[in-house]
C-alpha cells in the first residue's frame, strides 16, 4: 500500500527532476520539476486525430499499457511491509505483465500502418526480448542468495553480509537502472529527444497517439521509472522502519532521476546496431551476480 | 494313389482343355478343377503323414503350403477367368485354352510338389512348373513378352542343372552312408553318416538353384521380368504359390543341415543371400518405376526377410513359415487388383496413372491396405511375422543385421509409399481421357478384401490347428 | 463397466463408418460430428468417474500371439481423454464448417471423415491399452488415419510430398518403438507394461536409460523434439485448418503422453534422465521458436510454435523427473504438474489459432503473411480471436499460457534452494531458456498479428470478404472461453494435477500438504490477480471512453512524414519486421537471400526475398537421403536385362562361397607362418 | 579306355573354343552325344540292361541326332549367320578354356574322397565351366544354347560318376536333357523365328530397370 502511494508520489516529480538535471547541466535554469506532470495534464485535457487505419487496438493499447504497470506497481513492496498482492514468484507475474503491456503498444503501433512505427515496433519488441534474461537472472540469484521466491520476501530478508554481497549489491543497481532506462528506451539506447524518426524507439512508436492517448501513454513510462526506482530502493532499505526508510526512498528516486538526467547529458547515443550486444552485456553482467551469489553461499564447487 | 488319381485328372483335364474349343465347356474344366483341387486339398489334409506311393508325404509344411494354394487359387482362377474375358479382344480359342490348361498344370504341380518328400521327385515338379509357367509368361504373343519367358527359362534351366548337380552331390555324400533311398525322411534319419564335404556342395548348389524360383539373390533376375511380362493373374501365381515352391525345397534341404556340424555355415550363407536379397530390393523400390515390377520386388525383400528368420533360428523358423504363408495371401491381392488399375490407366508406367481414388474407390482401398500388408505396417498382418523375424535376430544376437535390414525396409517403405500414393492421390496425367475409363464394379475386388482380411486373422488370432501345424513343421529344423 | 465402455466406445465408431455408404455428403458429416460429439461425451464421462473414484482397469484374454490385452485408465490416462476429446471436438464442429467448401469432392471427403473417426478412435485407445503389440497397432492405426486425414488436398503436389514425409517419419517412430517392446519381450517374454517395470527395477540403471532412450527417440519423433521436428513444419501447412488444429493440439501430445507414460514405468537413474530430457527440451524450445519468427507462411509459423511449445512441456518433464531424482516434491509437482497443464493449455490456443488460420486461409486463399494486412477490418471476430491466441500462446497473464509458464517457473525458482552445483546450473539454464522462448514468441506473435490484422493489405489484390457467420464461430468461441477460464481460475485443475503428480511419487512417500498448499495459494492468487488487471483495464478503459467521448476527435490519414500518396507499400512487411532480430540469429539459422541492388538514379522495380530453411533438416534429413540415393543408384547395374550376366551371378555366388572361405584359411595359415617366423 | 574317351571330350572343348562357325559347334555337339554313348556303355556295367539301353538311346538320339539337326534347321529357317560372334578374340578363349580345365584338375586334386573317379570330376567341371564360358562370351542366343548343351553333356559326365549306384540319378539327367531340348528348342525357337528374324542378344535385353 504505502509502496503504491510512494511510487505514484514519485512519478509526479521523477521526470521534472531527470529534465531539470539536465538543463542545469546544459547550463540553463529549466523548468519546475512538476512541468511535465502539467504538459501530461495539458494531454489529458486535449482532444485527439485518429489515423483511419487504426482499429480498435489502438484505442484500447494506451490503457492496457497502463493498468499493466500500474499492476505491476501493486507488487512492488517497501522494505518490511509488502505490497497490494504478493506470492512466490510473484516477479514472474511482474515481467509478464509488463510483457503484455508491451505486447499492446506493439501491435498499436503497427495498427497504424506507418512505417516509421513499424520500425519502432520492431526494435521495441526486440530490445524488450533482450532485456528479459537480465531480469529474470538477477532475481534469479537473488531468489538463490536469500532463499526466497517472491520480491516481499526477498527484499525484507536481503541483507549483505561480507564484501562481496555489497559488490554484488551495486552490481545489481548498475543493471537495474540500465534495464530501466532500455524499459523506457532512455539514452543510451535511445534518445527521446532526437527528432530524426528512423533513429527513436519509443518515441517513434507513438507518433499518431495524440491528446488523451499520449497523456497516458507518457505518464505511464514516468510510473515505469518510479517503479523501478522503487525496486533499487528496495535494495537498500530492507526492514528499516518508516522514518529511515521513506526518506530513503525519496532519495534513491533523486539520485536514480539525477542519474538519468547525467546520463542523458553527458553521454551520447549508442549506434542502433550496437545495441543489441550493449543490452545483451546486462545479461552477462546479471550471470556473473548469479556466480557472485553461489559464491557468497559456498554452493560453487 | 490319391496323387495318381488327381495327376491324370489333372493331364486329362490339359488336355480337353488344349482340344476343346468350346468357352463354355472350358470353364467348366476349369470349375472342375477348382473342386478337385479343393478335393485334392482335403484329402491330403485329413491323412497327413501318410506316405503315399512311396514318394510323397503330406508333412505339415506341404500341407500348409498346399491349403495356402487352394485358398489363393479359387479366385485367381476366377480372376483369371474375368482377365480373360474382360479385356483381351486378341483371345483366341486355342490362346484360351492354352492359357487355362497351363494355369492348371502350374498349381496342381506346384500342389503335388509341396507334398513330395524325395528331392529327386521335386525336382521333377519343379521342371514342370518351369514349363508351364512360360507358356503362361509368353501368353501376350509380343516381343517383350518372348523376351521375358527366354530369360526365365533359360535361367530356370540352368537353375534346375544347379540342382540337378546338387542332387548328384547329395548323392555322393549318401554313397558314404551306403544308403541309396533318397527320401528327405531317411537322409535326415541318418544325418551322421553323411559325407560333409559333399553335402556342403550339395546344399550349395541346391540352394541357390531354387532361389531363382524363390526370387532370392543370386538368380531372382528371371522371376522379376517374368512376374512383368505374365499376365496378372498368372503374375500372382508365380509371386505366391512358385515362391513358395522354391521355399519347399530349400527348407527340406535345409532341415538336413540343420542337424549336421554345418548348421552354422549354410545360416550364414543363407543370411548373406538374404541380406543381399533386401538391398536389391532396396535398390530398385527407391527408383522403379513400373507397378507390377514393383510388386515383384517387394515379392523378393519378402522372401530375404523370410530367409533371415529361418536363419536366426528359434522363433525364426515360425515367423518365417507364417510370413511365407501371409505373403501367399497378400501378394495375390497385389497383382489381382493390378488387373483393375490397368483396366483403368491402359498402362503399367507410374507415370501415367494417378487419382486411382476417383475412379475406383474399392480398388483403391485394396491397393491402400495392400500396401499397408505388404510394407508390414502395424494394422496388417505381416507385422507379426516381421516383427517375430525381428525378434529372432535380436535374440541370436544379429543386432547388426537387424538395424541394417530396418533401414533397408525404411527406404523401402519409402519407395514402395511414393509410387502407391502418386498412383491413389496424385493428379491423373493431363493426357488420359476420362471417357474411355470403364466403369469397375466393386465386387471385382471382393476377393482381394478376403485375402487381406484372412492375412490379418491368421496374424492375430491365429487358429489352434493352424498353430500346431507350424509348430510341427518347424520341428523338423532341430 | 470400462470393459464395456473400450467396446461401445470403438463399436459407436466403426458402426459411423460403416453407415457411410447410405447417406450423402451433408449426413455423413452430420454423422461424424454426432459420432465425435457421443464417443466425447462418453469418454469424459469415464475420465471423470476416474477422477473421482480411481483408476479401473480390464483385461481381454488376447490370442497367443499378443497375449492377455490390460485396458486401463488411471489419472494420466483419463487427463489425456479428456484434454483429447475436447480439441476434437471443437475440431469436428470447426470442421463440419470448414470442409463445407469442399463439399463436392464426396469421396474424398467420406475418406477424409472415416480417418477422422478412426483417428479419434485410436487416439483415445492409445491412452487405454497397455499392452505393446496393441499399441504398436493401435499407434500404426492413428499414423495412418492421421497421414490420410493430412492429405486431404492431395491434388497439390507438395501436400502428398509432405504426407509421405510424415508416413516415413512416423514408420521410424514406430520402429523405435518396435525395437523397444522387442526388447522387453526378448527379456521378459510378455508385452504387458508391468513386465518394463518388473524389468527395468531388476537391472542395473544403464538398462533402464538404454531403454527409455528408445522409447524417447520413439515418442520424441511424434512430440516433435528437436531434431525429430522435421515432418511437423510441412505436414502442418499441406493438411486441412482443423486437422492441423488437432494434430498440432493433440496428435503430438501423444508423444508426451508416452514419454509420461514411460517415465511412469520405467525405473531408473532418473537424474540423468532429468537431465537429458532438460537438455533436449531448452534446445527444442529455443530452436522452434527462432525459427518460427523467420517464417512468413502462417501455418508453418504455427508448426514451428508447437515444436517451441512441446519444448516448454519438455522443461516441465525434465524438472519432475530431477524431482524424482533428488526426490523433491515440489519439484515432482511443479514440473508434471505444469508439464500436462501446459498440454492442455497449448492444445486449447494452438487449436484456435490454427482454426483462425483456416478462416485468413479461406478468406484470403494464402498463407503468406508478406500479402495479408488490415483483416481486422474486415473479419474482425477472427482477427480477437487469434489475439486472444497469439496473448495466450506468449504466455501472457491473464490467459492460461501463463499459467502453465508460471507454474514451471515456480518449480525451477523452488530448485535453486538446492546445494547441487549442476543441478543450479541446469536450473538457470532452463530459466534462460523459457525466458529466452517468451521473448522470441512475443516477436513472432507481435509480427503475425501485426502484420496478418493491423495496418492495409500489402497487394493490391482485391479480395471480396464475405460477411462471418456467427454461427460457424461457435466452435472457437468455446475454446476462447476455455483459455480464459483456465487463466483466471487455474485453481481449479489443481487437484486433477495434483492426483496424477502422486501416481509418480513412490507409494511409501507421504505428500508434504504444506508444499501443496502453498502451491494452490500462488495458483489462486494468481487467478485473483489476473481477474484483477482484467477489471482495472476495463475500469481505466471505461474512464477513457467517458472522457474522450466529451472531446473533440478527427479523423486523418496516418502521419507520413508529409508524403501524401498510398503508403501501404510502404508500411513494415514482416520480413523488414524481424530484420534486426534476423541480423542477430541469422548466423543460427538457414536463411536463403537472394536480393537486387537498386542501381543508377533511376532504378528499375526491384525486390528481396528471404526463403528460411532448417538447418536440422538439412542435416538429418535431406543431406543423409541424398547420400543414400547416390549409393543405391551404384548398384542399379544388378538387373541390367542381360541374360549372360544373370547366369554369372550364379556361378560366381557358389564360387565365392567355395572360394572365400577357403582363401581365408589360406591367409590364416600363411599369418600363423608369419608370427612363428 | 573310359579315360581316354574322357580325354577326347576335354579335348573338344578347346576345339569349340577356337570353333568360329557355328556348324563346327554341332559337329562337336555330335561328337560329344557319340563319345558320352561310349561312355555310357562303359561306365554303367552294373545297370539293369532295359535302362542302359534307354540311357544309350537317349545319348544317341537326343545328344547327337534330333538336336544337333534340329538346330541346323533352325539356322536355315531363320538365316542366322554362321558366324559365332565372339565378344573375345579365339586365342584368349583357348587360353581360358586351358585354365579352366587346369583350375577343374587342381581343384578335384583338392577333393579326398575315395569313392569318386577323379578324371569324370575333371572332365565334367571343366565341360561345364566350358559350357558356362561359351555362353558368356558369345553373342547370339544360339550359341547360348550350344553353351546350355555343353553344360548338359558335362553334367551327364557327372552322373554317370554315380550312375552305377543310383541309375536314376542317370535317367533324371535323361528327364533334364529332354526338358531342356524340348521347351528351349521345341516350343521356343519356332517363336523367335516367327516374332523377330536375326535372334541376337541384342534384341533380348530390353526388359531392365
Redesign the interface.
Known amino acids: 500500500m504505502i509502496s503504491f502511494l510512494l511510487i505514484i508520489l514519485a512519478s509526479f516529480f521523477f521526470m521534472g527532476v531527470v529534465v531539470r538535471t539536465k538543463s542545469i547541466a546544459s547550463g540553463r535554469r529549466g523548468p519546475g520539476i512538476f512541468q511535465p506532470m502539467k504538459d501530461i495534464l495539458r494531454l489529458?485535457k486535449?482532444?485527439?486525430?485518429?489515423?483511419?487505419?487504426?482499429?480498435l487496438?489502438f484505442?484500447?493499447a494506451?490503457?492496457?499499457y497502463?493498468?499493466?504497470v500500474?499492476?505491476a506497481i501493486?507488487m512492488v513492496p517497501h522494505g518490511n511491509n509488502p505490497g497490494f498482492?504478493s506470492?512466490?514468484?510473484d516477479f514472474?507475474?511482474f515481467a509478464?505483465?509488463l510483457?503484455?503491456g508491451?505486447?499492446m503498444i506493439?501491435?498499436s503501433a503497427?495498427?497504424?500502418?506507418?512505417?516509421?512505427?513499424?520500425?519502432g515496433?520492431?526494435?521495441e519488441?526486440?530490445y524488450?526480448?533482450?532485456v528479459?534474461?537480465a531480469f529474470?537472472?538477477l532475481m534469479?540469484s537473488f531468489?538463490?542468495y536469500t532463499?526466497h521466491?517472491s520480491f516481499f520476501t526477498i527484499f525484507s530478508t536481503l541483507h549483505y553480509g561480507s564484501y562481496i554481497s555489497y559488490m554484488l549489491g551495486a552490481l545489481a543497481t548498475f543493471v537495474f537502472v540500465l534495464i530501466a532506462m532500455i524499459e523506457n528506451s532512455r539514452m543510451p539506447v535511445d534518445d527521446p529527444k532526437t527528432h530524426l524518426?528512423l533513429t527513436m524507439i519509443h518515441e517513434v512508436m507513438v507518433?499518431?497517439n495524440s491528446?488523451?492517448d499520449l497523456g497516458?501513454i507518457q505518464y505511464t513510462s514516468y510510473l515505469k521509472f518510479a517503479m523501478y526506482g522503487a525496486i533499487i530502493s528496495n535494495f537498500f532499505i530492507g526492514v528499516l522502519p518508516f522514518w529511515i526508510s521513506i526518506p530513503m526512498f525519496l532519495v534513491v528516486q533523486f539520485g536514480f532521476a539525477i542519474a538519468v538526467g547525467v546520463i542523458e547529458s553527458f553521454m551520447a547515443r549508442f549506434r542502433?546496431g550496437h545495441n543489441?550486444q550493449f543490452i545483451f552485456i546486462l545479461t552477462s553482467v546479471s550471470m556473473l551476480i548469479?556466480f557472485g551469489a553461489?559464491l557468497v553461499l559456498g554452493?560453487?564447487? | 494313389m490319391i496323387i495318381v488319381a488327381f495327376l491324370t485328372g489333372v493331364l486329362l483335364i490339359c488336355g480337353s482343355l488344349i482340344f476343346n474349343r468350346n468357352k463354355f465347356i472350358n470353364y467348366l474344366l476349369v470349375a472342375l478343377f477348382g473342386t478337385m483341387l479343393l478335393g485334392f486339398g482335403a484329402y491330403q489334409y485329413n491323412n497327413i503323414n501318410t506316405i503315399q506311393l512311396s514318394f510323397f508325404k503330406p508333412d505339415s509344411l506341404g500341407i500348409l503350403l498346399l491349403l495356402a494354394l487352394c485358398f489363393i487359387s479359387i479366385p485367381i482362377l476366377f480372376h483369371s477367368y474375368r482377365y480373360i474375358e474382360k479385356f483381351n479382344p486378341d483371345e483366341t480359342p486355342r490362346s484360351r485354352g492354352l492359357f487355362f490348361a497351363a494355369m492348371v498344370l502350374l498349381i496342381s504341380a506346384c500342389g503335388v510338389a509341396y507334398l513330395s518328400n524325395h528331392i529327386a521327385v521335386t525336382w521333377i515338379f519343379v521342371e514342370l512348373t518351369t514349363l508351364s509357367a512360360s507358356v503362361l509368361i509368353y501368353h501376350h504373343r509380343n516381343i517383350r513378352a518372348l523376351e521375358g519367358v527366354w530369360k526365365y527359362v533359360f535361367i530356370c534351366a540352368i537353375s534346375i542343372t544347379f540342382i540337378y548337380v546338387g542332387i548328384l552331390f547329395l548323392s555322393l555324400s549318401l554313397k558314404q552312408a551306403g544308403i541309396d533311398d533318397m527320401s528327405f525322411d531317411s537322409i535326415r534319419a541318418n544325418y551322421d553318416k553323411l559325407n560333409l564335404f559333399w553335402l556342403k556342395l550339395s546344399f550349395l548348389f541346391i540352394f541357390t538353384g531354387f532361389t531363382a524360383k524363390l526370387g532370392l539373390v543370386p538368380m531372382f533376375t528371371a522371376g522379376v521380368d517374368a512376374k512383368d511380362k505374365a499376365p496378372a493373374p498368372a503374375g500372382a501365381l508365380l509371386a505366391s504359390i512358385l515362391m513358395n515352391l522354391g521355399f519347399v525345397g530349400i527348407y527340406r534341404v535345409y532341415a538336413i543341415m540343420t542337424h549336421t556340424p554345418l548348421h552354422t555355415w549354410a545360416n550364414t550363407v543363407i543370411i548373406i543371400a538374404a541380406l543381399l536379397s533386401v538391398f536389391v530390393s532396396a535398390v530398385y523400390m527407391t527408383r522403379i518405376r513400373n507397378i507390377k515390377r514393383m510388386f515383384a520386388y517387394s515379392g523378393i525383400e519378402h522372401m530375404g526377410l523370410v530367409m533371415l528368420g529361418l536363419a536366426a533360428g528359434g522363433v525364426g523358423v515360425y515367423a518365417a513359415i507364417l510370413h511365407i504363408i501371409l505373403h501367399t495371401l497378400v501378394k495375390p491381392a497385389l497383382f489381382l487388383q493390378y488387373n483393375q488399375i490397368y483396366w483403368v490407366y491402359q498402362s503399367k508406367s507410374i507415370y501415367d496413372v494417378g487419382n486411382y481414388f476417383k475412379y475406383n474407390k474399392t480398388g483403391a482401398i485394396v491397393i491402400l491396405l495392400a500396401f499397408i500388408s505388404a510394407t508390414a505396417m502395424p494394422p496388417s498382418g505381416l507385422f507379426v511375422s516381421e516383427f517375430l523375424i525381428f525378434q529372432s535376430l535380436f535374440q541370436s544376437h544379429y543386432i547388426l543385421i537387424l538395424v541394417t535390414v530396418l533401414i533397408l525396409l525404411t527406404l523401402i517403405i519409402w519407395g514402395f509409399g511414393s509410387n502407391v500414393f502418386k498412383l491413389l492421390f496424385s493428379p491423373s496425367p493431363k493426357t488420359m481421357d476420362k471417357s474411355a475409363i470403364p466403369e469397375i464394379s466393386p465386387w471385382e475386388s471382393f476377393s482381394q478384401y478376403v485375402l487381406l482380411a484372412a492375412a490379418v486373422y491368421m496374424a492375430y488370432n491365429p487358429p489352434q490347428r493352424f498353430v500346431e501345424l507350424i509348430q510341427d513343421a518347424v520341428k523338423l529344423i532341430q | 463397466m470400462e470393459k464395456y465402455f473400450i467396446e461401445f466406445f470403438n463399436l459407436i465408431g466403426i458402426i459411423a463408418i460403416i453407415s457411410f455408404p447410405f447417406f450423402k455428403t451433408k449426413g455423413r458429416g452430420l454423422i461424424t460430428l454426432g459420432v465425435i460429439i457421443v464417443q466425447v461425451i462418453i469418454s469424459s464421462i469415464v475420465a471423470f468417474y476416474v477422477f473421482a473414484n480411481g483408476p479401473v482397469s480390464h483385461t481381454f484374454t488376447g490370442s497367443f500371439i499378443t497375449g492377455p490385452i490390460p485396458f486401463r485408465i488411471d489419472f494420466l490416462s483419463a487427463w489425456f481423454i479428456l484434454v483429447i476429446s475436447f480439441t476434437f471436438l471443437t475440431g469436428a464442429w470447426y470442421g463440419l464448417h470448414y470442409m463445407k467448401k469442399y463439399k463436392d469432392q464426396t469421396d474424398n471427403l467420406a475418406l477424409h471423415m472415416t480417418a477422422f473417426i478412426l483417428l479419434y478412435n485410436s487416439i483415445i485407445d492409445i491412452c487405454l491399452v497397455q499392452n505393446g503389440l496393441v499399441l504398436l497397432v493401435v499407434w500404426e492405426i492413428m499414423a495412418l488415419s492421421s497421414f490420410i486425414a493430412v492429405i486431404f488436398e492431395h491434388n497439390k503436389k507438395e501436400t502428398i510430398k509432405a504426407g509421405i514425409n510424415f508416413l516415413i517419419q512416423s514408420h521410424v517412430c514406430i520402429l523405435f518403438l518396435t525395437m523397444a517392446f522387442m526388447w522387453v519381450k526378448v527379456k521378459t517374454g510378455s508385452f504387458d507394461f508391468s513386465a518394463i517395470t518388473a524389468y527395468t527395477s531388476a537391472e542395473p540403471a544403464i538398462t533402464g536409460i538404454g531403454l527409455f532412450l528408445f522409447f524417447f527417440f520413439g515418442f520424441a519423433i511424434k512430440a516433435g523434439f528437436v531434431p525429430f521436428h522435421t515432418w511437423l513444419p510441412l505436414a502442418h501447412p499441406a493438411a486441412p485448418a482443423h486437422i492441423s488444429g488437432i494434430m498440432s493440439g493433440v496428435i503430438i501430445k501423444i508423444g508426451i503422453y508416452g514419454i509420461l507414460r514411460v517415465l511412469l514405468l520405467i525405473k531408473t537413474d532418473m537424474v540423468s534422465l532429468g537431465y537429458f530430457i532438460l537438455a533436449v527440451s531448452v534446445i527444442t524450445g529455443v530452436y522452434g521458436v527462432m525459427l518460427a519468427i523467420v517464417q512468413h507462411n502462417l501455418k508453418k509459423l504455427l508448426a514451428y510454435h508447437s515444436i517451441e511449445n512441446i519444448g516448454i512441456i519438455g522443461i516441465g518433464i525434465g524438472l519432475g523427473c530431477l524431482g524424482l531424482g533428488y526426490n523433491s516434491q515440489i519439484l515432482v509437482v511443479c514440473g508434471f504438474g505444469g508439464a500436462l497443464l501446459h498440454t492442455l493449455n497449448h492444445s486449447l490456443f494452438k487449436s484456435l489459432l490454427f482454426y483462425c488460420a483456416g478462416i485468413v486461409y479461406q478468406k484470403t486463399h494464402t498463407m503468406d503473411i508478406e500479402k495479408m494486412g488490415g483483416l481486422l477490418k474486415h473479419i474482425p471476430r477472427t482477427g480477437y480471436l487469434f489475439l486472444i491466441g497469439s496473448l495466450a500462446i506468449c504466455g501472457l497473464p491473464p490467459f492460461n499460457g501463463f499459467v502453465s509458464e508460471f507454474f514451471i517457473y515456480t518449480g525451477l525458482f523452488n530448485g535453486l534452494q538446492s546445494n547441487d552445483f549442476l543441478f543450479i546450473m541446469a536450473l538457470l539454464f532452463a530459466i534462460l531458456g523459457l525466458v529466452v522462448i517468451g521473448g522470441l514468441a512475443l516477436i513472432c506473435f507481435t509480427k503475425a498479428f501485426g502484420i496478418i490484422f493491423l495496418g492495409n493489405s500489402r497487394d493490391h489484390e482485391v479480395r471480396n470478404f464475405s460477411k462471418e457467420k456467427p454461427m460457424d464461430f461457435f466452435p472457437l468461441y468455446i475454446v476462447a472461453l476455455g483459455i480464459l477460464i483456465i487463466g483466471l481460475l487455474p485453481v481449479i485443475l489443481a487437484p486433477a494435477l495434483l492426483k496424477i503428480t502422486q501416481m509418480y511419487m513412490s507409494a511409501s512417500v507421504i505428500p508434504v500438504t504444506p508444499a501443496y498448499n502453498s502451491i494452490l495459494g500462488n495458483l489462486t492468487s494468481v487467478g485473483w490477480y489476473s481477474l484483477g488487471f482484467i477489471a482495472l483495464t476495463a475500469l481505466l478503459y471505461f474512464l477513457r471512453h467517458i472522457i474522450t467521448s466529451r472531446r473533440a476527435q478527427t479523423i486523418e490519414a496516418t502521419w507520413g512524414c508529409g508524403y501524401t500518396g498510398d503508403a501501404s507499400k510502404m508500411q513494415y512487411t514482416a520480413s523488414s519486421f524481424i530484420r534486426s532480430y534476423r541480423k542477430l540469429a541469422g548466423s543460427f539459422l538457414m536463411i536463403k537471400k537472394d536480393k537486387q541492388e537498386a542501381s543508377g538514379l533511376y532504378p528499375e522495380h526491384i525486390n528481396q526475398e528471404t526463403h528460411p530453411y532448417d538447418r536440422v533438416e538439412n542435416w538429418f534429413i535431406d543431406k543423409p537421403l541424398h547420400l543414400i540415393r547416390r549409393f543405391l543408384n551404384r548398384f542399379v547395374f544388378l538387373q541390367n536385362g542381360n541374360i549372360q550376366a544373370y547366369i554369372l551371378y550364379g556361378f560366381i555366388f557358389i564360387g565365392l562361397v567355395i572360394l572365400v572361405p577357403v582363401i581365408i584359411e589360406k591367409l590364416a595359415v600363411f599369418f600363423n607362418f608369419l608370427n612363428q617366423l | 579306355m573310359i579315360d581316354i574317351l574322357l580325354i577326347a571330350l576335354a579335348m573338344t572343348l578347346l576345339y569349340m573354343s577356337i570353333a568360329n562357325r557355328l556348324h563346327t559347334y554341332l559337329r562337336i555337339l555330335v561328337f560329344q552325344g557319340f563319345i558320352l554313348f561310349g561312355a555310357t556303355y562303359l561306365t554303367l556295367t552294373n545297370v539293369n540292361t532295359v535302362n542302359l539301353l534307354l540311357i544309350m538311346l537317349e545319348t544317341i538320339v537326343f545328344k547327337s541326332i534330333a538336336v544337333p539337326w534340329f538346330m541346323s534347321y533352325i539356322i536355315k529357317r531363320n538365316k542366322i549367320s554362321r558366324a559365332a560372334e565372339p565378344y573375345l578374340p579365339y586365342f584368349v578363349s583357348l587360353l581360358i578354356v586351358t585354365i579352366i580345365i587346369v583350375l577343374a584338375i587342381i581343384l578335384s586334386s583338392s577333393i579326398k574322397d575315395a569313392n569318386l573317379d577323379k578324371t569324370y570330376f575333371v572332365v565334367a567341371l571343366s565341360t561345364m565351366f566350358t559350357g558356362l564360358y561359351l555362353i558368356v562370351s558369345r553373342k547370339k542366343i544360339i550359341t547360348h544354347v550350344i553353351g546350355y548343351l555343353v553344360i548338359e553333356n558335362g553334367v551327364f559326365v557327372l552322373s554317370l560318376a554315380v550312375g552305377n549306384e543310383m541309375p536314376m540319378l542317370v535317367n533324371l539327367g535323361i528327364m533334364l536333357d529332354i526338358f531342356a531340348s524340348v521347351l528351349i528348342l521345341g516350343i521356343f525357337f519356332n517363336k523367335i523365328g516367327d516374332v523377330i528374324k536375326n535372334p541376337d542378344v541384342d534384341l533380348l535385353n530390353n526388359l531392365r530397370d
Do not use: H, N
Not at chain 1, 110 to 119: C, P, R, W
Open positions: 489529458l486535449k482532444g485527439s486525430v485518429y489515423s483511419k487505419t487504426t482499429s487496438i484505442k484500447i494506451p490503457v492496457a497502463l493498468s499493466s500500474l499492476m501493486l498482492i506470492f512466490d514468484g514472474v507475474m509478464y505483465v510483457a503484455f508491451k505486447f506493439i501491435i503497427l495498427d497504424t500502418g506507418s512505417s516509421f512505427e513499424g520500425m515496433a520492431s526494435r519488441a526486440l524488450s526480448m533482450l528479459e534474461p529474470f537472472i534469479g531468489a538463490l532463499g521466491t524518426e507518433l499518431d491528446g488523451f497516458l542502433m543489441p548469479f553461489l554452493k560453487f564447487m
